[in-house]
């Protein structure tokens, strides 16, 4: 069922892109010269679209093998996996986590009493023990989602040190510390998204709307950023990439504020009433860097009595369901899909290669999808 949604996803992204290549329209001309160009140019769209489906399809069937072949060169029967997520209470987390064993469990075959998964709490400590603890019990394979990435320095050495390759996943450590993996042959990798490319989607979000986002025409985008962790690296280039879309388009932007939300709905919901009660209809757009707390301000700028869409954009990442449903009724102007299923599959994957002694890149990252209302649904029925 779910490689099936990995799959769709791929066909989406490359739908996408596809829809990026859309054609202008014509002058109304009948000849049937016109119509003649026309039947071409529309059977060599087919055709293409019909290629980049085959190079999708082929690219997915390929990474299946090397997963299988992987699995080929390893018992995996007697392996075990230790796994610690940052805290269980991230809506987004708790998606990634679930789509992690089970995939391990049910795709690539590990026993499901090896697959350990450990709650961090959001404390950095409580983490660090249940790494040594992993490590003392020699676990074969660690994937570790941070709570504070700047401690894969040291997390990676206690890790070199037991002989255990480490698959960081969703918190990228920084580039000095991948660097450092690959200059000294250490058996650590990151999966992820380039949160770049999630950040630049929702300036995009905004500046496909009728007003780009300058609701009140005075020539400028006055937002408020919720951000989550400030240290999160997901963090800093969703806030940064997300008001530089709109800036590299030529508009002019003002900040209201800016303050973190820490990944909470419910801070969420506290810092956009605040800044509701004290900007008041300055407010344009609500950049929030993930769904959660999207999800919060949305209730904030409900009881406001604002109205999304109309004089007020909200914009977030995750497409979590509740809300790529909001998207859909018109209560949230986008979200970005942050693929859980690929990078989950992608961790599982390369954790077996690193267990079958295989060399693999530093950094493996998946592709971010656009979520709007053009495609919100095709999403939604992915997810679900």
């Known amino acids: 069922m779910r490689m099936t949604k990995k799959a769709a996803a791929v066909a989406l992204a490359s739908m996408m892109a596809l829809s990026l290549a ?27 679209a019909a290629e980049e489906e085959t190079t999708a399809a082929e690219a997915a069937e390929e990474a299946a093998e090397t997963a299988a072949a992987a699995v080929g060169d390893v018992d995996l029967s007697d392996k075990k996996v230790g796994i610690s997520i940052y805290q269980f209470n991230d809506n987004f987390m ?17 026993a499901a009493e090896n697959v350990v998964v450990q709650d961090g709490k ?106 989550g962790d400030p240290e999160n690296v997901d963090a800093q280039y969703r806030t940064e990439f997300s008001v530089k879309a709109l800036t590299d388009a030529g508009m002019e932007v003002e900040e209201l504020l800016i303050q973190r939300g820490d990944w909470d709905q419910a801070k969420a919901q506290q810092i956009a ?61 986008g979200t970005v899909f942050n693929d859980h299923f690929s990078q989950a599959q992608s961790a599982g994957d390369i954790a077996v290669q690193m267990l079958a002694g295989e060399a693999v890149d530093t950094v493996n990252m998946v592709d971010y999808i656009k979520v709007t209302q053009d495609n919100a649904q095709e999403i939604l029925d992915m997810l679900n």
């Open 22 to 48: 859309g054609c202008s329209s014509s002058t109304e001309e009948t000849t049937a010269a016109a119509e003649t160009t026309a039947a071409e140019t529309e059977a060599e769209t087919t055709e293409a």
């Open 94 to 110: 708790t998606l990634y986590r679930e789509e992690l064993v089970r995939y391990l469990t049910e795709d690539l075959g590990f």
């Open 273 to 333: 009433q605040d800044a509701l009660t004290q900007f008041g209809d300055q407010i344009e757009v609500v950049f929030c860097n993930n769904d959660a707390m999207a999800l919060g301000a949305l209730q904030a700028i409900e009881a406001a009595g604002r109205t999304v869409n109309e004089d007020i954009y909200l914009v977030g990442v995750d497409a979590l369901t509740e809300a790529v449903q909001n998207v859909i009724d018109g209560k949230q102007t």
């Open 122 to 227: 959001g404390d950095q400590a409580e983490q660090t023990n249940q790494i040594q603890n992993f490590i003392t019990q020699q676990y074969d394979v660690l994937i570790l989602n941070l709570v504070q990435a700047s401690s894969a320095p040291d997390v990676t050495d206690m890790c070199h040190a037991a002989g255990i390759p480490v698959v960081y996943i969703n918190r990228e450590p920084d580039v000095a510390e991948e660097e450092r993996w690959a200059a000294e042959g250490i058996a650590a990798t990151y999966v992820g998204c380039d949160a770049r490319q999630s950040g630049t989607y929702q300036g995009e979000e905004i500046l496909e709307t009728a007003t780009k986002g300058d609701i009140n025409g005075d020539g400028v985008v006055s937002y408020i950023m919720i951000q």
